[in-house]
């Protein structure tokens, strides 16, 4: 049996490519209104609407649940989100010492699609027959080389939210912009903003094509992101395709845990080139 990787609902695999993948998905968990749930088993329209959100990880228990749940024996390997932005990444490694035996614990330094395209290589790696140690290796070549360039309607949410502190010290200079981040590394860095959403979802295009290797054509790898809007997602990938055929693409949505810290609006393009 292949090596198995698991990974948080953050990395916004759609359902079926992981199913695919044999991916496991754990989810994150919100508090909404009071009512705790599970990440997906509200409408994101639902927590959008609520008046007060909480999110966290998921806790080393379920963690741990899932490990043993996955291992048939070759090993597991956990792709969790920045731990700059949340606690999985330590609860995983509680989990994992809990469990025993050969497991490894990845922080992917990112989150959303680009969490996703870590996790869905080492997949791939596994089903192809890789042991342990080279599965890890394979998701290591895309946290270094993986990108996330996104756009959103406003900041209030992300600098309310005092995940990402970075932003509050200019938010404030961003008036009737449309702004544009990258995450990568762990943090959030931000862009020349744009002064509208097409503007927007154009900068995001020539970012990814400003990265494309000049001496060579490597296979790409991409994910196109979106919070209740997959028109605009939809359109980032078919941009990209009128330059280069992906060697893998996936559209997936933005958690609800990742959306109620951001609102609604959010949209990106995730990817990464082969060596």
């Known amino acids: 049996m292949p090596v198995a990787v698991i990974t948080d609902s953050a990395a916004?695999?759609?359902?079926e490519l992981a199913a695919h993948l044999r991916i496991r998905v754990v989810p994150m968990l919100l508090t909404v209104d009071g009512r705790s749930c599970r990440d997906g088993e509200l409408p994101l329209e639902?927590?959008?609407?609520?008046?007060?959100?909480?999110?966290?990880?998921?806790?080393?228990?379920?963690?741990?649940?899932a490990i043993r749940e996955a291992d048939t024996g070759d090993g597991v390997l956990v792709c969790t989100v920045a731990r700059t932005m949340s606690?999985?990444?330590?609860?995983?490694?509680?989990?994992?010492?809990?469990?025993?035996?050969?497991?490894?614990?990845?922080?992917?330094?990112?989150?959303?699609?680009?969490?996703?395209l870590v996790a869905t290589h080492a997949a791939r790696t596994a089903l192809d027959g890789a042991g342990l140690a080279d599965?890890?290796?394979?998701?290591?070549?895309?946290?270094?080389?993986?990108?996330?360039?996104?756009t959103l309607d406003s900041l209030d949410r992300l600098v309310a939210s005092g995940r990402v502190p970075q932003v509050a010290a200019w938010a404030g200079r961003l008036l009737h912009v449309q702004?544009?981040?990258?995450?990568?590394?762990?943090?959030?860095?931000?862009?020349?903003?744009?002064?509208?959403?097409?503007?927007?979802?154009?900068?995001?295009?020539?970012a990814w094509r400003r990265s494309r290797p000049?001496?060579?054509?490597?296979?790409?790898?991409?994910?196109?992101?979106?919070?209740?809007?997959?028109?605009?997602?939809?359109w980032l990938l078919d941009h990209l395709r009128?330059?280069?055929?992906?060697?893998?693409?996936?559209?997936?949505?933005?958690?609800?845990?990742?959306?109620?810290?951001?609102?609604p609006g959010l949209v990106g393009l995730a990817w990464w080139w082969e060596s």
Do not use: C, W
Request: hydrophobic share 45%; glycine share 6%; aromatic share 4%.
């Open 214 to 234: 000049p001496d060579r054509d490597p296979p790409v790898h991409v994910a196109a992101l979106h919070a209740l809007d997959p028109g605009d997602a939809e």
């Open 135 to 150: 599965v890890v290796d394979a998701a290591n070549r895309v946290v270094q080389r993986v990108r996330l360039v996104a």
């Open 179 to 206: 702004p544009l981040f990258e995450f990568r590394a762990g943090s959030v860095r931000r862009l020349r903003p744009a002064f509208t959403r097409d503007a927007a979802l154009e900068r995001i295009i020539s």
């Open 46 to 65: 639902a927590v959008l609407a609520a008046r007060e959100v909480t999110t966290s990880g998921p806790t080393p228990t379920q963690l741990a649940e």
């Open 242 to 263: 009128k330059e280069v055929e992906p060697a893998s693409a996936f559209v997936g949505e933005f958690s609800a845990v990742m959306v109620a810290h951001t609102g």
């Open 12 to 15: 916004a695999v759609p359902p």
């Open 87 to 116: 606690s999985t990444y330590d609860a995983a490694r509680l989990a994992a010492e809990h469990v025993g035996g050969a497991v490894a614990v990845l922080d992917t330094q990112t989150a959303a699609g680009a969490e996703g």
